[in-house]
């Protein structure tokens, strides 16, 4: 079974920057679909952004757009978030989700991600 570990997380102040990663681990290497997914305090999880491998296809949250960056490392199978011009409203748990190859879109619902990491905690200042 594919293990995703998230690090990267921390405190930071309004307009900084943070990396978060997400390392694979186990199970094999058919995995072409990964995202980043965040939920608040009492609010529900909602899409960040997302990759599919086969196409090199992306998928960024209007919310974050311009500001966020999803990017990968095939041979280490790791994903990364460079988060810039951080906000408060940015505070969540960050966690990472890996979904097996096929569909024509890139994945953008939680239900359509079986696997999950724990999550790294992200928390901007204002």
């Known amino acids: 079974q594919v293990q995703l570990a998230e690090s990267g997380g921390g405190l930071v102040q309004a307009g900084g920057s943070l990396r978060l990663s997400c390392v694979a681990s186990g199970g094999t290497f058919s995995i072409s679909n990964m995202a980043w997914f965040r939920q608040a305090p009492g609010k529900e999880r909602e899409f960040v952004a997302a990759t599919r491998w086969r196409d090199s296809s992306t998928n960024v949250a209007d919310a974050v757009k311009g500001r966020f960056t999803i990017s990968r490392d095939n041979a280490k199978r790791t994903v990364s978030l460079q988060m810039n011009d951080l906000k408060p409203e940015d505070t969540a748990v960050y966690y990472c989700?890996?979904?097996?190859?096929?569909?024509?879109?890139?994945?953008?619902?939680?239900?359509?991600?079986?696997?999950w990491g724990q999550g790294t905690q992200v928390t901007v200042s204002s």
């Open positions: 989700a890996a979904a097996p190859p096929g569909g024509a879109i890139v994945r953008t619902t939680a239900d359509s991600y079986p696997t």
